[in-house]
């Protein structure tokens, strides 16, 4: 690498030097040294991805099939949307002739198996099956993932293209493996932004080993699916934000909030809660001083100036949905705001168990959850913590030592939480039976798990039950999720 | 803490942990219903589900003959639908080498009312008939208990789908139509549970993830768990910030794991 000496290290700027490799690796070993936990996190998280991706059968993720889709079409041809409404004919075959399309909603099913092999009863003729099939567009199957921009599946096309000569299948596992390397870059951004909401290390490396390590958040972050991008994208967003709060808004920090913001929505429409996020970092450097309503007005324009150039055509344009509302609704229920507080009462249940119970685990196309005793103690596990939360903000708020990044987390969660909410609201008074699933929340997880640990933590000053605490919610997190594994997930595949 | 301290203390935790993660596996395959499950071969005899077969009340039976391929005859799988209600009667059902003057079945299966999903296959499973290969059987659906709008149903494709056996609604054949069903053998695989395990979940799956690939796969991602939370817990156990070496301990712990799993299952 070549750099200009001088600029930083206070010595003559201009001269042109080139660090030897010796040194290259020496600096690179004493970064490992620094912070081998770091490495270890991202091996952790990318192995258990990759470990996942090989135990989950095909396409037996939610959505799995037309997010394959997708980037099977962008693979197979130079295009930036889908040439139409219709999946590929490869897809809709393999799923049959292996037998994997009866799983679905069917957990006492399983695959048709072949005794004593390592082949499918089927994958030989699977293997020879015509690539043509790959562009063919014949079925009736309508490919859901089509309203969604196309930045995910322009990334993985790329990958589709460097295995398109090998068979469907190792192409559909080599595109797991690439999501397990994005959400690896997910976890490590999400420690690095952990790492100052705390200022504590032991709680950071606890909060995001518990997030590395919670089943469900691999089970979709190695899924072939655009949320693993949106989860990066917001990741580095929040990391953005972090910093800018704790650091002020410079120029240059603005211009990287708002490109992430712009790129982050050309993957999902779930990334317009940037914007809301932003004015939320705004109202807090407001009331803290650092930066002005006046002094606002030219990074908020910046902002938006950046998101219209890069964005404005794709959502003003007719090329994705932009309406929260059921496709094809033509009619809605009428709604109101006591109409959305009420409708909890008759949708509670489903909250909580698509909503809660899914967001610890609630595998195959959400045909397979845990035992009610495990949600149970999950859910009284979260409210303790929630509760602990509420109190650590009364004491912090009557000893006026409230900490102002706490309250940002909080404001963002809140923010991101009622929006989802309010989506499921609107979908639900547009005639759709139920969408939610727990996972919606992951993009937030970070921020969801660390303020959750903190109302664990402050319990107590003591560094023992500190100490205590933490060790127990990462050795338990480490048995939750071997249970998983061990006992409903490998079982409901393959026994 | 001192350094001392600090490291056993860690060295417990990790080892303990793979202990734990090696008990919950060995405790996973061996439930009897998994073990039973992996060395079933499952047969499907019709796949085909066209039609239901209607109300399946006191007085009315279902029954379906079909040949056995292979011995240890020990599961038959129907698929039932429960009219999307809470019924309460079980449901029946019973087995005979067909055609039989013997008027007692070899075997005879309950299914609980509770444990019947809509719209699913529902697993009769009882002790292996050894010498089944080979020979015919029928199996008969019937629900003493049950009446109108308190009822199970099971599925049929509308065609001869399955030529080797026929169905009958109440005795009388019914050419066009076949049960929904599949059939299973519970014969102990060559490579052991494991073996068969590891077996089944490569099949489908690119070279890189069949085999020896799979559990390698496992053990690494046990080992960044286990040397993850080892960096984690040490400096939280040990009051200086010093830097040691404490790599060997989640490394033992993963070669405690790796050699416990071995003895469990082989």
Known sequence: ?495 | MNLHASWIASGIILVLLAVVVGVILNDGLSQPSVKSDIVTDIDTLNNQADTTLGEIVAGITVAQTFQATEPNLSRIQVHLATYRRQNTAPLLLSLSEYPSADASPLRSVEAQPGAIRNNSYHAFRFAPILDSDGRTFVLTLASPGADKGNAFTAFAGECDCYREGSLFLQGEPQPQLDLTFQVGYENPPKAGVLGELVNRMSQYKPWFFKGSALLALGLLSLAFAVLAVGSFTFPLLNDKDTCVSWAWMPLASVVIFAFTSWFILR
């Not at chain 1, 014949?138 to 589709?160: D, K, Q």
């Not at chain 1, 493996?177 to 690896?184: C, D, E, K, V």
């Not at chain 1, 807090?284 to 219209?308: D, E, Q």
């Not at chain 1, 402050?458 to 127990?472: E, G, H, P, Q, W």
Request: aromatic share 16%; net charge neutral.
């Open chain 1, 1 to 495: 690498m070549r750099q200009l000496e001088g600029t930083e290290t206070g010595q003559t700027a201009g001269r042109v030097s080139v660090p030897s490799v010796t040194e290259t690796l020496t600096k690179s070993v004493a970064f490992l040294t620094r912070d081998t936990f770091l490495v270890l996190l991202l091996g952790l998280t990318f192995f258990t991805g990759v470990f996942w991706a090989a135990v989950i059968p095909l396409w037996q993720i939610p959505d799995e099939t037309g997010h394959f889709g997708y980037i099977q079409d962008l693979g197979e041809r130079a295009s930036l949307f889908p040439p139409d409404d219709y999946g590929p004919a490869d897809v809709h075959v393999v799923f049959r002739q292996t037998g994997l399309a009866a799983l679905p909603f069917h957990p006492e099913t399983t695959q048709p198996f072949q005794k004593g092999s390592r082949d499918g009863p089927e994958e030989d003729a699977i293997k020879e099956l015509p690539r043509s099939l790959r562009v063919e567009r014949n079925t009736a199957w309508e490919n859901g993932a089509r309203h969604y921009p196309s930045g995910y599946y322009l990334l993985a096309s790329l990958v589709y293209r460097t295995l398109r000569s090998q068979d469907i299948f190792t192409i559909m596992f080599g595109l797991r493996i690439f999501s397990a390397f994005l959400t690896s870059i997910t976890v490590l951004f999400t420690y690095l932004t952990l790492k100052r909401f705390f200022r504590d290390e032991a709680t950071a490396k606890a909060t995001v080993l518990i997030i590395a390590l919670s089943p469900m958040y691999i089970y979709m972050g190695m899924a072939v699916n655009v949320d693993v991008l949106i989860w990066l994208f917001l990741s580095v967003y929040l990391y953005l934000l972090t910093r800018a709060f704790a650091d002020g808004l410079s120029p240059g920090l603005n211009l990287l909030i708002a490109l992430n913001a712009a790129l982050g929505l050309w993957v999902k429409q779930t990334f317009l809660i940037a914007i809301p996020f932003y004015f939320i970092l705004v109202a807090f450097l407001n009331f803290r001083g650092p930066l002005t309503p006046a002094r606002s007005l030219v990074p908020i324009l910046v902002f938006f100036a950046v998101i219209a150039a890069f964005d404005g055509w794709l959502y003003l344009g007719d090329f994705i949905r932009t309406s929260p509302e059921a496709a094809g609704s033509t009619e809605t229920q009428g709604r109101s705001v006591s109409g959305f507080l009420e409708h909890f009462q008759d949708y509670w249940d489903l909250y909580l168990r698509g909503g809660f119970d899914a967001f610890w685990g609630d595998f195959g196309w959400l045909d397979t959850s845990l035992s009610q005793r495990m949600y149970q103690f999950l859910r009284w596990g979260c409210a303790a913590a929630a509760g602990g939360l509420v109190l650590y903000l009364i004491r912090s708020g009557i000893s006026r030592k409230i900490d102002g990044l706490t309250l940002f987390y909080l404001s963002l969660s809140i923010t991101f939480v009622f929006s989802i909410l309010l989506v499921s609201y609107l979908r639900l008074t547009s005639g759709e039976v139920w969408f939610l699933q727990g996972r919606y929340f992951f993009p937030m997880i970070g921020p969801i798990i660390a303020l959750l640990v903190l109302g664990v933590v402050s319990v107590s000053n003591a560094r023992l039950y500190k100490s205590a605490i933490l060790t127990a919610l990462v050795v338990g997190m480490v048995w939750f999720h071997a249970d998983v594994l061990f006992r409903y997930v490998i079982p409901r595949f393959y026994a």
